[in-house]
């Protein structure tokens, strides 16, 4: 009966670590700083707008979860999401770059 236990405990810690959102990124937050200078240009720039395609307000990246901008940038990539301009950068970028650019932007 203990055996069965151990093992209920271990996956309902399993369950609690897989659901509670508390991730990191797989990427280098150093060498995602060195790639960023495409990036600063439209998000680094406080309230700034743009007006292709459309008007509206860029989002800020620096403090974002670093899943959402790995699924965003692989979502532009793969063309599950829709921005040209933001689609042809990302269909540039390696796994590795996505992964950097997210472990940088997180903590910054």
Known sequence: MKQKSIINLL???GMLLAFSGVTQAA???AAGKSKLSMCEGCHGIPGHKTAFPSVYHVPKL??????????A??????????????TALAKTLSQQ??????AYYSKN
């Not at 770059?97 to 997210?102: K, M, P, R, S, T």
């Open 62 to 71: 620096g403090g974002q979860h670093a899943d959402y901008i790995i699924k």
């Open 97 to 102: 770059d996505i992964e950097d650019f997210a």
């Open 27 to 29: 990427g280098d937050a």
């Open 73 to 86: 940038l692989e979502g532009y990539k793969n063309g599950t999401r829709s921005h040209p301009t933001m």
């Open 11 to 13: 996956l309902a810690l």
